[in-house]
C-alpha cells in the first residue's frame, strides 16, 4: 500500500523521518512517497484530507479531528521550554499587549500557547523564516519564534520576552507540546496499527543513528551546522516523541481543552 507522508523539513521532522525516508527499515508492506511543506500549509491542507500521513500543529487538531487520530509517535514536545517571544527591545508582558506580535500561523500551536499566555494579544501572520529579520529590523516590535530560529535570536541582539515553555511548565507542570503526526481515520485499522508501529521504529532508529539522521536533516538547509541541528533535535526529539505518555497526552488535552484521539505505536 502507498502512503504519502506529509512533514516540515524543520529539523526535528526530518531527522525522526530518516529511517523511513532512507529505507533502514523494513517498510511492512508499504510504499512511501514524501511531501515537505511548512507547517502552517500542512495544517490547512489537512483540512482537504490531502494525505494519509501528515505532520500538523496541535493547535490545529480540534479542526482536524473528524479526519485525522493523532500518532503516539513522532509528537514534538519539550518540558521546561518551547516558542520564545523575542523583541528588538526589552518589553514586559503589559508593554506586549500594546504592540503587535508577528506570529507565524493561527493555527501553530505556538500561537495558541501565546494566547493562554496573554488573552487578546494583538498579532500579524508573517512567515515564521522571516520573524527573526523582521523584528531585527523594527518591523514588529515583538515576533513568536518556532523551529530552529529559538536558537537564533541572541545573535541578532534581540531579546527575550518569555519562553512559553517555561511559563506553562511553572503554570502546569507539564511539557508544551507544538506538534504531532497524524493518520487519516478512514484508513484500514490495521492499516493505521501497523503505520503507528512503523513509525515508532522510525524515532526509535533515528535516536540510535544520531548523526546520520541529524546529516539527513541537514540537507534540507535551515541555516544551522550539524552542532546545531544536533542541539536542537535532542530537545525535541525525545521520551515524548517516541510516547507522549500520560503527562505528554494530558498535556495536549490540556492546552486545547479536548480530549485527544490517539493511536499506540
Known amino acids: 500500500m502507498r502512503l504519502t507522508i506529509a512533514h516540515s523539513p524543520d529539523s526535528d521532522d526530518a531527522y525522526m523521518m530518516a529511517p523511513l525516508a532512507l529505507g533502514w527499515l523494513?517498510?511492512?508492506?508499504?510504499?512511501?512517497?514524501?511531501?515537505?511543506?511548512?507547517?502552517?500549509?500542512?495544517?490547512?491542507?489537512?483540512?482537504?484530507?490531502?494525505?494519509?500521513?501528515?505532520?500538523?500543529?496541535?493547535?490545529?487538531?480540534?479542526?482536524?479531528?473528524?479526519?485525522?487520530?493523532?500518532?503516539?509517535?513522532?509528537?514534538?514536545?519539550?518540558?521546561?521550554?518551547?516558542?520564545?517571544?523575542?523583541?528588538?527591545?526589552?518589553?514586559?508582558?503589559?508593554?506586549?499587549?500594546?504592540?503587535?506580535?508577528?506570529?507565524?500561523?493561527?493555527?501553530?500551536?505556538?500561537?495558541?500557547?501565546?494566547?493562554?499566555?496573554?488573552?487578546?494579544?494583538?498579532?500579524?501572520?508573517?512567515?515564521?523564516?522571516?520573524?527573526?529579520?523582521?523584528?531585527?529590523?523594527?518591523?514588529?516590535?515583538?515576533?513568536?519564534?518556532?523551529?530552529?530560529?529559538?536558537?537564533?535570536?541572541?545573535?541578532?541582539?534581540?531579546?527575550?520576552?518569555v519562553d512559553l515553555g517555561a511559563w506553562w511548565k511553572e503554570t502546569h507542570d507539564l511539557p508544551l507540546p507544538m506538534g504531532g503526526n497524524a493518520i487519516r481515520k478512514d484508513l484500514p485499522a490495521p492499516v493505521k496499527a501497523r503505520f503507528a508501529a512503523l513509525m515508532r521504529r522510525s524515532v526509535v532508529t533515528a535516536m540510535a543513528r544520531h548523526a546520520e539522521s541529524v546529516a539527513y536533516a541537514q540537507s534540507f538547509g535551515r541555516g544551522m551546522d550539524d552542532e546545531m541541528i544536533g542541539r536542537y533535535v535532542r530537545a525535541w526529539v525525545n521520551e515524548f516523541t517516541v510516547d507522549p505518555g500520560p503527562r505528554g497526552r494530558r498535556a495536549v488535552d490540556l492546552l486545547l481543552g479536548l480530549e485527544a484521539d490517539w493511536i499506540q505505536g
Open 26 to 161: 523494513d517498510p511492512e508492506g508499504f510504499e512511501f512517497s514524501f511531501v515537505r511543506k511548512d507547517i502552517e500549509t500542512l495544517n490547512g491542507e489537512a483540512l482537504e484530507g490531502r494525505y494519509e500521513v501528515t505532520a500538523i500543529s496541535f493547535g490545529a487538531y480540534p479542526e482536524l479531528r473528524d479526519t485525522y487520530q493523532l500518532l503516539t509517535a513522532g509528537s514534538s514536545i519539550q518540558e521546561g521550554t518551547g516558542p520564545v517571544v523575542v523583541s528588538r527591545a526589552p518589553l514586559s508582558r503589559e508593554d506586549l499587549a500594546g504592540v503587535t506580535v508577528a506570529v507565524p500561523g493561527l493555527r501553530t500551536s505556538a500561537y495558541l500557547s501565546l494566547r493562554r499566555w496573554l488573552p487578546g494579544v494583538k498579532v500579524e501572520l508573517v512567515p515564521f523564516d522571516r520573524i527573526l529579520d523582521e523584528v531585527a529590523a523594527g518591523t514588529f516590535a515583538a515576533g513568536l519564534l518556532i523551529h530552529e530560529s529559538q536558537l537564533m535570536y541572541q545573535a541578532l541582539g534581540l531579546h527575550k520576552v
